[in-house]
């Protein structure tokens, strides 16, 4: 009765959905602000299978010549055996929004097909996944990409152009490579073991 208890409580464990992790909040006191230079983003390390969360804030401010954007540039790596299922970036509001994507630890120009994904975006893009976006859906013609990608370094820049701040939360998904299971593998040695021992007898 035991182990049958134990093996229903390991399926309800294996079968939860995933939930989402902050690994890093700008909002936190002590937290500092996400780098603003694209050649030295902030950097956020291996991130774990199942659904990672940054939060950010941007707030351009007008000094009375022109606005100064406040980009948030961070940069994060997906591990030898996972995948880069998707990213999302929701705003709670306001539309424009500049967001970039890049392979490798910077990232390029602000805009073009030097990136992956280049972009203005919106409260109303909250349940779009960007590396699904082709070129011909971005609006500075980011190269575009296909997932999943594979293991390697990733940046992602966020930028507002115009005066104020908003939050916003990326939602990054990694999933583990498919592997054969332990048990199959012994399933598919049976049927030579077999043969073998068939041989052996002749």
């Not at 309800?12 to 937290?31: K, N, R």
């Not at 390029?108 to 082709?134: E, K, R």
Request: aromatic share 8%.
């Amino acid at each position: 009765m035991f182990r049958l208890m134990f093996l229903l409580g390991c399926g309800l464990v294996c079968c939860s959905p995933a939930y989402s992790a902050v690994v890093y909040d700008e909002t936190d006191i002590g937290s500092g602000d996400l780098s603003n230079d694209p050649n030295a983003p902030k950097a956020l390390g291996a991130l774990n299978v199942g659904v990672s969360e940054i939060i950010g804030v941007i707030e351009s401010i007008d000094d009375g010549f022109v606005v100064v954007p406040d980009p948030d540039i961070f940069t994060f790596s997906v591990a030898a055996g996972r995948q880069l299922d998707s990213i999302f970036i929701n705003f709670g509001t306001g539309s424009n929004h500049f967001v970039g994507i890049d392979d490798g630890p910077t990232s390029d120009s602000g805009n073009g097909t030097q990136l992956l994904v280049a972009t203005l975006w919106s409260n109303t893009d909250n349940n779009v996944n960007l590396l699904d976006l082709t070129t011909a859906q971005q609006t500075f013609n980011g190269s575009g990409v296909t997932a999943p990608l594979g293991p390697g370094d990733y940046t992602v820049w966020v930028q507002e152009n115009s005066e104020g701040g908003w939050d916003y939360s990326t939602l990054v998904t990694i999933s583990a490579t498919a592997v054969p299971e332990p048990s199959g593998i012994l399933l598919a040695a049976v049927p030579l073991f077999v043969w073998t021992r068939r041989r052996r007898r002749k």
